[in-house]
């Protein structure tokens, strides 16, 4: 988490949170171990708090590319996509992002990774953290359909709808 004199960031895995930790540097803020902490300190719940939170297809695939990259476990570097999204939620990596979040509920705003390109940037007159428009911005709408990928048909679409089923109606995500 990214804790800073007037805010506190949730940094949930794959939503992010690299990215914003970065930016936030700029504006006060300091890591706060671990960097993906789901307990806010109680000397920082006054502040404002907040998250970012992802399409779970995209944040599901992302979080099986990190971990077919880093992670030290063979069997989870080799799992294929389908058995990796059944399998996440038994780390706390993996975890849904409602439940990721909810040692920390209710957050004061909760930000949609798709659409931070044009979100309002309300800690005080800070720039645009991609350092462009945001109509350069890549947008879920610009990747391919899902199930155009023979990986990513039928069956990887089941293990998310069930893993993530809290995220998507929490925060309006479409079931495909």
């Excluded at 030290?72 to 409602?98: I, K, L």
Aim: proline letters at 9%.
């Amino acid at each position: 988490m990214i804790i800073a004199p007037d805010f506190v960031f949730l940094c949930i895995p794959r939503c992010a949170s690299n990215t914003m930790r970065e930016w936030l540097k700029r504006f006060g803020g300091v890591s706060h171990e671990p960097h993906h902490g789901r307990f806010i300190p109680l000397e920082h719940r006054h502040k404002f708090t907040f998250a970012i939170v992802r399409n779970p297809y995209d944040r599901m695939l992302s979080m099986w590319y990190h971990t077919r990259r880093n992670s030290p476990d063979a069997e989870w570097r080799e799992m294929d996509v389908v058995t990796f999204a059944r399998r996440c939620h038994e780390t706390e990596y993996g975890m849904s992002q409602r439940d990721f979040l909810e040692p920390a509920w209710p957050l004061r705003q909760i930000v949609q990774y798709e659409f931070l390109a044009t979100w309002p940037y309300w800690l005080g007159e800070m720039p645009n953290p991609w350092g462009h428009p945001p109509a350069e911005r890549r947008n879920a709408e610009d990747r391919p359909p899902w199930g155009a990928d023979p990986n990513l048909g039928v069956d990887f679409i089941d293990a998310v709808n069930h893993h993530s089923l809290r995220d998507f109606d929490c925060w309006n995500y479409e079931r495909l």
